[in-house]
């Protein structure tokens, strides 16, 4: 289905790096590597990349589909992460000077 905002198409290609990134470290089931895409500004990134490993590490393995819902703010995008084996997975991202990072702990992912 084609989205009915221009941006979608955008922001689509602004994530793809940090979201192979993300499952390339889901992979690896290292959390403080995972933390570090986390938006800075957030707390408690490690002990929430522990519980994203230890919750969809496995099917990371897998081929995985990402796929960019509709932007509905500036600066903040929804991914649903399509595992191999069913699985889904909601991530959210923010953006902060032209960069894109994960909504990772706890945090206002619109006040950096």
Do not use: C
């Not at 995972?34 to 938006?39: K, S, T």
């Not at 957030?42 to 230890?54: C, G, P, S, V, W």
């Not at 600066?75 to 953006?95: H, I, K, N």
């Amino acid at each position: 289905m084609e989205s009915r905002y221009p941006e979608a198409e955008e922001v689509a290609r602004e994530v793809e790096l940090l979201v192979k990134v993300y499952v390339q470290r889901l992979q690896a089931g290292d959390a403080s590597d995972l933390a570090r895409i986390g938006a800075p500004w957030y707390t408690d990134k490690e002990r929430a990349a522990q519980r994203l490993i230890a919750r969809y590490g496995v099917h990371a393995e897998e081929p995985v589909e990402a796929v960019v819902s509709d932007p509905v703010a500036p600066g903040l995008a929804t991914v649903e992460l399509r595992f191999g084996d069913g699985r889904r997975q909601v991530v959210d991202l923010t953006q902060y000077d032209d960069v894109w990072w994960l909504a990772l702990g706890n945090g206002d992912p619109a006040k950096p």
